[in-house]
T-cell receptor
Framework: DGGITQSPKYLFRKEGQNVTLSCEQN?????MYWYRQDPGQGLRLIYY???????QKGDIAEGYSVSREKKESFPLTVTSAQKNPTAFYLC??????????????FGPGTRLTVL | AQTVTQSQPEMSVQEAETVTLSCTYD???????LFWYKQPPSRQMILVIR??????QNATENRFSVNFQKAAKSFSLKISDSQLGDTAMYFC??????????????FGKGTKLTVNP
């Protein structure tokens, strides 16, 4: 089955620790995205990547870092610099065509709780 | 910058009835897409319906339809014959059309819809 995998589903960390969230896709999509969701808020874009070894900051990139070494993988690191990291994190991917709309497909999400 | 506003934090409807969720947006772009996403308790984001701004005809997908008013920058979702499985958070989202690259989704804060038996 093709899809997007995020692991783990729930993650607990102590304050001050860096933590990496996994996102893998086997849809052969070029673009990948990380969104953050807080209660009462919509999703906000953290980082996105259109191609391997390239990525761009979204609206709330401070305190986060990413890498895109493989087409299938786009891990997100939540660093100790992120002031309020407890949230639900969603990864998405999309194909890319310069001439048509590119639908984003979402993973199941990771709930991060910092204690 | 684009903004999306959903003015109804919560709504409820009786099973089999019709409900309309509101969304307004602000943009200076001419070409863009609008979406309604559903997020059930499982928290999986599911695309419900999409509207291209250049199309005057309102999009429909089975029991789901939109009322797209481009001049008013309004994009409401109508759910007909509501079912218990429609209970979810519904997010309105905007994406500007961009040639040559991926583009981000801008989301509203969501409307929590409860369908009562």
């Amino acid at each position: 089955d093709g899809g997007i995998t995020q692991s783990p589903k729930y993650l607990f960390r102590k304050e001050g620790q860096n933590v990496t969230l996994s996102c893998e896709q086997n849809l052969n999509h070029d673009a990948m995205y990380w969104y953050r969701q807080d209660p009462g808020q919509g999703l906000r874009l953290i980082y996105y990547s259109q191609i391997v070894n390239d990525f761009q900051k979204g609206d709330i990139a401070e305190g986060y870092s990413v890498s895109r070494e493989k087409k299938e993988s786009f891990p997100l690191t939540v660093t100790s610099a992120q002031k309020n990291p407890t949230a639900f994190y969603l990864c998405a991917s999309s194909p890319w065509s310069p001439t048509s709309y590119n639908e984003q497909f979402f993973g199941p999400g990771t709930r991060l709780t910092v204690l | 910058a684009q903004t999306v506003t959903q003015s109804q934090p919560e709504m409820s409807v009786q099973e089999a009835e019709t409900v309309t969720l509101s969304c307004t947006y602000d943009t200076s772009e001419s070409n863009y897409y609008l979406f309604w996403y559903k997020q059930p308790p499982s928290r999986q984001m599911i695309l419900v319906i999409r509207q291209e701004a250049y199309k005057q005809q309102n999009a429909t997908e089975n029991r789901f339809s939109v009322n797209f008013q481009k001049a008013a920058k309004s994009f409401s979702l109508k759910i007909s014959d509501s079912q218990l499985g429609d209970t979810a958070m519904y997010f309105c989202a905007f994406m500007k059309e961009q040639q040559g690259g991926s583009e981000k989704l801008v989301f509203g804060k969501g409307t929590k819809l409860t369908v009562n038996p």
